[in-house]
């Protein structure tokens, strides 16, 4: 049984920064390809980021680029979003997700993870 807890969240001015953190456990968590999720208020869950198993290759969604920054230290079984910049709009809960992958892929679809984290709340707001 894997099991995905996130920290980090919080509530933060406009122009501020936040890094969220999942921690993982129950599995090698290097077999894993890793993304965030998130769901605004009155809104479905959306991609925000996605990295390999190796953190060699990350993607973003147009929203966030050049603002987040998805990392992962497999020694430590934890992958992080640094997010800069931030904005009402990135206001949302957000999740971490893990999918078993073992050909240095991401993933950018909700149904190709199978393990998600219970979600940390980040607010920005003046």
């Known amino acids: 049984q894997v099991q995905l807890v996130e920290s980090g969240g919080g509530l933060v001015q406009p122009g501020g920064s936040l890094r969220l953190s999942c921690v993982v456990s129950?599995?090698?968590?290097?077999?894993?390809?890793m993304g965030w999720f998130r769901r605004a208020p009155g809104k479905e869950r959306e991609f925000v980021a996605a990295i390999n198993w190796s953190g060699s290759v990350t993607f973003y969604t147009d929203s966030v680029k050049g603002r987040f920054t998805i990392s992962r230290d497999n020694a430590k079984n934890t992958m992080y979003l640094q997010m800069n910049s931030l904005r009402p709009e990135d206001t949302a809960v957000y999740y971490c997700?893990?999918?078993?992958?073992?050909?240095?892929?991401?993933?950018?679809?909700?149904?190709?993870?199978?393990?998600w984290g219970q979600g940390t709340q980040v607010t920005v707001s003046s």
């Open positions: 997700a893990g999918a078993p992958d073992n050909r240095g892929r991401y993933y950018t679809r909700m149904s190709e993870y199978n393990n």
């Open positions: 129950g599995r090698t968590f290097s077999l894993y390809a």
